[in-house]
């Protein structure tokens, strides 16, 4: 009796104590490795990384089409704003990709901004755009640049095997630091040797094909960029459906 109580017994409490901490632990890492959810209108923190116990990483927010709203509680980065549903005026800085409608929309932006929010883009978006915000930034394929103190890269965006956006055009993508980590937006554009070794933690790619990459081809420019994690856009408005958007995660997996 005193084996069986005073020995077995507490063995089986510890031995069942140490598995739920077990799991406990591996439910709170699977967690962490979760992909942030897409097309709706949070995507929650892109961060996967612990530091004193809170997830580090950007608030991601796609808005729909390319438009993506980024903010780490400090700072907030809108991408593209386009049919916004309200008015928040709120933007840090507003980056826009380029001159197509569904990329600057004057309207849009000007919602986004406030009286001190920065706006970034290509030369030929200037006129739209004029009078919007507090300052007005043009920017190149390799500007980099710091934007009302968020750190801005411009890359190149362009067609490869279709005439929407030519090379010459000098139209771009953006990479942003924020929250520690790199958010890659591809902007409008087809796989382009220009990926290779940007390394974002997060690439926001298009899926939708016709004026774009097609979610296969974004599968490829996920593994050419070794991004940490993915997310589809320009589906379900202009061009693309949420079966492409469904296809790309198909493709890359977790």
Known sequence: ?????????PATVAGLGLAVLVLAVAGAWMLLRRPAPTGGPETGPAGVEEEGGVVMGAKIEHLGH??????????????????????????????????????CSSEDVAKAAGPKTVIVAPA??????????????????????????????????????KKFHPKANAWVGYVVAMAGETIYHAGDTDVIPEMEGLAPDVALLPVGGTYTMTADEAAEAFRILGAKRGIPMHFGSVAGSQGDADRFLELVGD
């Open 1 to 9: 009796m005193r084996s069986l109580m005073g020995g077995a017994r």
């Open 124 to 161: 030929d978006c200037r006129e739209a755009l004029n009078g919007i915000g507090a300052e007005f930034i043009c920017v190149e394929p390799g500007s980099e640049i710091e934007a009302g103190g968020v750190p801005v890269k411009a890359v190149a965006a362009y067609n490869t095997n």
């Open 66 to 103: 390319a438009s993506f709203r980024l903010s780490d509680g400090d700072k907030v980065a809108y991408i593209d704003p386009f049919k916004l549903d309200s008015a928040p005026h709120d933007a840090t800085v507003v980056l826009v990709t380029h001159a197509h409608f569904d990329h």
